[in-house]
């Protein structure tokens, strides 16, 4: 993005050690990082930075830059668990009429109604600004709440089809201009960056022109399972004989392990990622 002349920003309202994210920015050339340690006056939630902040510090540094092209990447850190009583999280779910049989489920729906508040504010900013802009919102993972309230979340388990169902994440594709209206129901995460490119009109890379292909003929390829077009489940993604999957395979090992990486699929036509340019 750096190259397309926008302005870049890495934010996570944690430590910068979390997962050691300040090299992993630093690697992914982010312009600009905000961690905690650079935010001063961290408004919390049962121990974590509340996401009313953070999109209010989003808001701020978007305005900071007004007149630029703009990336952000935002790691968002209010609903991470534990999922236990605090003092200053105010109960707004009741699963159980008062029982506390589902208490950390409680708190987690309660926590994820103020993201939804905090939301719809940043929604609603951004409707009113000018400038065109893409919102991507999407979660990495499922809450861990412990087992009898795993259950009320994922009542079907015990079957590789029926456990596939607890790695299952919500997202969206918001801007404030118009884009096509869709429901997406299914897709694996690999395909999130080729539909998100795809949708903004952007330039593709070979690779994600190929990704968006292979998404319309196997629409979820993940580690804990696959579908195809056609809804049929497989346990395994060596269980798929097809011979567009195995040209995902020889890709996938060009571009993590090979060490004559084909640089010319994995970047946009044109762009120069040769040695020498790295180099001065």
């Known amino acids: 993005m750096n190259e397309y002349g926008y302005a870049t920003t890495g934010m996570h309202l944690g430590k910068a050690t979390n997962w050691n994210r300040r090299a992993a920015y630093q690697k992914l050339a982010f312009g600009n990082t905000i961690f905690a340690e650079t935010f001063d006056g961290l408004e919390t939630i049962h121990g974590y930075p509340t996401d009313a902040q953070d999109f209010k510090k989003l808001i701020e540094d978007y305005e900071s830059k007004q007149g630029q092209k703009q990336f952000m990447f935002n790691v968002t850190y209010q609903n ?3 999922y236990v009583d605090a003092p200053d999280l105010v109960k707004t779910v ?3 009429g008062g029982t506390d049989a589902y208490n950390n489920a409680e708190n987690y729906l309660s926590l994820i109604k103020l993201t939804d508040e905090a939301f719809k504010d940043l929604i609603e900013y951004f409707s009113n600004v000018s400038e065109p802009t893409m919102i991507i919102m999407f979660g990495d993972h499922q809450p861990s709440l412990g087992t009898t309230n795993n259950a009320l979340f ?3 388990t015990g079957t590789p089809e029926a456990d596939i169902t607890q790695y299952i994440t919500p997202f969206l594709i918001w801007a404030n201009y118009d884009i096509p209206d869709q429901t997406i129901d299914k897709i694996s995460a690999n395909y999130l960056s080729s539909l998100i ?4 009109n952007m330039e593709m890379t070979p690779y994600m022109r190929f990704l ?4 319309k003929e196997y629409p979820v390829i993940s580690q804990y ?4 077009k056609n809804g049929k489940f497989y346990e395994s993604f060596n269980d798929i004989d097809d011979d567009l999957v195995n040209q995902y395979r020889m ?10 990486r084909m640089e010319e699929l994995f970047w946009p036509l044109g762009y120069d990622n040769s040695p020498e340019k790295d180099s001065e």
Do not use: I, K, R
Not at 197 to 200: D, F, G, L, Q, Y
Not at 212 to 215: A, G, N, V
Not at 251 to 260: A, E, I, K
């Open 197 to 200: 490119v795809h949708t903004a």
């Open 154 to 156: 994922f009542p079907s």
């Open 94 to 96: 009741d699963l159980d």
């Open 225 to 228: 399972g696959c579908y195809d």
């Open 251 to 260: 890709l996938q090992y060009n571009n993590v392990f090979d060490s004559s």
């Open 80 to 82: 991470h668990g534990s």
């Open 212 to 215: 968006y292909e292979l998404m």
